[in-house]
């Protein structure tokens, strides 16, 4: 029984494609903690690292990683580097010689397919494979951090199998991050902390299995950074393929996870305290040990709190220089919001007391303030997360957005049926998609006569007033800059084969829904893909692909 290694790390890139300095760095962590006897156990001639390598080079390296193996080898990829998917959705990892077109779609020959690992995968004969994936598989961007991917992609679908088990450092709708300044990413950071202080063995039982290792880091990262969330897809006894080695009976490693039972809120109680010290005292440990493992336990809690204190102190600030929160100053927030790695809901209390309780003018809109704030340096560098997004479109994206401070007076706001699409046409131009995406629901469902939490028949869809679907649907075409949109989707749809013939075509449908994005989570982000919006009003329907089929040709009738 072998166990081998390949560690790809990925820093240097054709133009184009972002620089990542820490990959090299998270490649030769890996290989640090996987070749040390008491932790990963992996002899050092059975690891294979490669730096920056040539494409074919790593296609090589990870064929013979597959090949030629017995059912009982424990063969593990791991990779660190930019992600790429191209116009279907399909999954490339890069290598340093990977680049783009001008029009910033992937050279595909220049990059490897996740299927051909998958066929390299298929065709061996182990039955314990790992796959770590430190890459981004779509959707958020900060400043400070370098996006390490483009897009959604189906991890499972392209990597699951037998006993195998695929861990990835964000969901297929997030970007997973390197941060300037820190020496690994967030996610390999905490993936070599599990194994290197055996805190990962959850059971206690000597060994660190995948779910283990992977339920170790997920917490760590979200504790720290609660916009990433790292995700695992194993099938059969893939779940519980070991890893690494931990030590038992180690004082350490046992105060250690003691101190990570009584730890609440980022913090221990003064119950907890005494609790801990008698651990202490039996364990042995002086007082210097026990306060460099509880820093350990509590630096991505405390992380976690500064950004917030520092997003805090910002909002502050932003309240003393304008008595009005301005579209501009708002968006400034939300991109500082997202550098910090933290989610809506984790600043919306913050909101709530610095702006709710003194009734401030703008607390309606700075509630949910707007998902498309990057710079454009930053847009320069973005790496498109959906096919049809360069970068340099990107730019000119929020080159228009930043032309639009208020309500637009002069919008057409007609409705057949006395509909009132005022709140419709802020919403769309303050960029809060997803409330846009809730009022278009509304105020549809209104215009057929009925009430919130009602359903669309077809003949409603097939009826519905050409005025009014007009009014909506030129309101988030303008003030998307023709991203989002009913008759965006309509020529998406059609554009995968779809006819508007009434009949129902499965296989369209499913290639509409991977052209949006839908095959995932909802994204309420400018640069998800196009035609992701709106999408709230195709939840109330007895059949997707059917409402689909009749707002489509409803919109093709009349002219839209």
């Given at each position: 029984m072998a166990r081998i290694a390949l560690l790809i790390g990925v820093s240097e890139y054709e133009p184009g494609l972002n620089q990542l300095a820490g990959a090299v760095k998270d490649m030769e962590a890996m290989q640090r903690v996987l070749q040390h006897p008491e932790m990963g156990g992996f002899a050092e001639s059975e690891i294979v690292v490669m730096p920056n390598p040539q494409r074919q080079d790593m296609e090589n390296a990870i064929e013979k990683l597959f090949d030629n193996r017995q059912k009982d080898d424990l063969l593990l990829l791991y990779f660190s580097g930019h992600g790429i998917t191209d116009d279907s959705g399909k999954l490339y990892l890069t290598n340093s010689q990977t680049c783009k077109y001008d029009n910033g779609n992937l050279i595909k020959t220049s990059a490897t397919p996740a299927s051909l690992i998958h066929e390299f995968m298929e065709n061996s004969r182990s039955q314990r494979q790992v796959i770590i994936l430190d890459a981004c598989f779509s959707g958020a961007f900060a400043e400070g951090m370098k996006a390490k991917d483009d897009s959604s992609v189906e991890i499972n679908q392209q990597l699951g199998g037998k006993g195998r088990a695929v861990l990835t450092s964000s969901s297929s709708i997030e970007y997973s991050f390197e941060q300037a300044g820190e020496e690994l990413s967030v996610y390999t950071r905490y993936i070599v902390n599990g194994i290197?202080?055996?805190?990962?063995?959850?059971?206690?039982?000597?060994?660190?299995?995948?779910?283990?290792?992977?339920?170790?880091?997920?917490?760590?990262?979200?504790?720290?950074?609660?916009?990433m969330n790292p995700k695992i897809y194993a099938v059969e006894e893939g779940f519980k393929i070991k890893v690494a080695k931990a030590p038992v009976g180690n004082p350490k490693l046992k105060y250690r996870k003691e101190v990570e039972k009584y730890l609440r809120d980022g913090k221990i109680s003064p119950t907890g305290n005494r609790i801990l010290k008698r651990y202490q005292n039996e364990l042995g440990l002086s007082d210097d040990e026990v306060k460099e493992i509880q820093n350990?336990?509590?630096?991505?809690?405390?992380?976690?709190?500064?950004?917030?204190?520092?997003?805090?102190?910002?909002?502050?600030?932003?309240?003393?220089?304008?008595?009005?929160?301005?579209?501009?100053?708002?968006?400034?927030?939300?991109?500082?919001?997202?550098?910090?790695?933290?989610?809506?809901?984790d600043v919306e209390p913050i909101h709530d007391r610095l702006i709710l309780s003194s009734n401030h003018p703008s607390e309606q809109t700075i509630i949910a303030p707007p998902q498309t704030t990057q710079p454009l340096e930053l847009v320069n560098s973005h790496l498109g997360s959906e096919p049809n997004t360069t970068a340099v479109?990107?730019?000119?994206?929020?080159?228009?957005?930043?032309?639009?401070?208020?309500?637009?007076?002069?919008?057409?706001?007609?409705?057949e049926k006395g509909i009132d699409y005022t709140r419709l046409r802020d919403l769309l131009t303050a960029h809060n998609w997803k409330e846009a995406d809730k009022e278009t629901y509304e105020v549809m469902i209104k215009a057929v006569g009925k009430k919130s939490g009602d359903w669309f028949t077809s003949d409603e869809l097939l009826n519905f007033p050409c005025k009014d679907l007009r009014t909506i649907d030129q309101l988030w075409e303008k003030y998307s800059n023709g991203r989002f949109g009913f008759s965006v989707q309509k020529e998406i749809y059609l554009s995968v084969g779809g006819k508007l013939d009434g009949d129902?075509?499965?296989?369209?449908?499913?290639?509409?829904?991977g052209q949006v994005g839908w095959n995932d989570s909802i994204t309420y982000d400018i640069f998800t893909r196009r035609g992701h919006l709106p999408y709230d009003t195709f939840r109330f329907v007895g059949s997707v692909g059917e409402l689909g089929i009749f707002l489509f040709s409803r919109i093709e009738t009349c002219k839209l």
């Open positions: 290197e202080t055996g805190a990962a063995d959850t059971d206690n039982d000597g060994l660190i299995s995948v779910d283990e290792l992977h339920e170790f880091a997920r917490k760590k990262v979200q504790e720290s950074a609660p916009a350990e336990v509590l630096e991505p809690i405390r992380r976690y709190q500064a950004n917030l204190k520092e997003y805090e102190e910002a909002l502050r600030e932003a309240l003393e220089y304008e008595t009005t929160l301005s579209q501009f100053t708002q968006n400034e927030l939300k991109h500082f919001q997202q550098l910090l790695q933290l989610r809506d809901e479109e990107a730019g000119e994206i929020i080159k228009s957005f930043s032309n639009i401070q208020a309500p637009i007076q002069t919008d057409d706001l007609a409705s129902y075509d499965p296989e369209a449908w499913r290639g509409f829904m």
